[in-house]
């Protein structure tokens, strides 16, 4: 076997290959990485996207353009969004350290195959947190304690797929929030068009989510794991379908209450986003096979793009 093609110690079964963390990071700091997943990005992506989306739209919305203040906010909730991610997924990985031990997929992760104790990942956790903490005490007060009020949604998601079929509308309710979060942190109140996002947000990503966990369904159904993917089963598409439809008319509903003053470019612009973001994800759909792990993972991580396009166009429309 050639070097090139050695499989690095300790690496993560769903990792992307060649990666920055197998390739480039001190070995020691390799375990904790992987804890925090930076060896898979497109979970910091999909948590930082409805933050994006917030900050250009309200930006769009005042008519002021882009400052220092909007630079802040787009540099903080990047920069966030990495450690809250690995904090998110350290505690996920605690609780859940049984679970994926049984699952073929997860139980090379560092905690079920012994490269991390508990105590260490709980320690990790603590460090990201408080990071992150660092950041938003850099926003306004409003949007400082929505950042408090999201780690309840943080705190439950590990352990709704053992008492719901719907696991994926908590791991929206955590993943949207800085839609709610960076809309205030932007204009200082909460407003409709936060909330319409941080909706389309969540039925965003149960399809997404469900895409994803159609690659554990049958380990899931063998340990008793409820996901959507389980409930929904050969009726996914259908689903997905109304997913879909969801997230294209809340998005759409958001940019309308918030440009409804704007300029008729502005405007264009952003809904031409959301008709970008919709025709992506009709693209996953046409391409999906349930039965199909790697198309499955594939078309998951595709949503970095699906969620990249709203945000170009609105940002767009807030140049203008």
Known sequence: MSEASKTPE???????RGNWVDRLAPAPTRPYLRLSRADRPIGTWLLLLPCWWAIFLAAAS???GLSLHELWLFVGSSIGAFLMRGAGCTWNDITDRDIDGSVARTRSRPIPSG??????????????ALLAFGILLTFNLPAILLGFASLLTVAVYPFAKRFTWWPQVFLGLAFNWGALLLWTAQTGSLGWPAVLLYLSGISWTLFYDTIYAHQDREDDALIGVKSTARLFADNTHLWLRGFLVATIVLMGLAVLVALGQASVLALVLALAGIWGMGWHMLWQLQRLDIDD?????????????TGLIPALFFAAAALV
């Open 10 to 16: 300790g690496q993560v079964a769903d990792a992307v």
């Open 62 to 64: 005042d008519g002021a």
């Open 115 to 128: 490269q991390v104790s508990v105590k260490q990942a709980l320690a990790w956790m603590v460090a990201q």
């Open 293 to 305: 792990a790697a198309t499955c993972l594939r078309l998951f991580r595709s949503n970095r793009d």
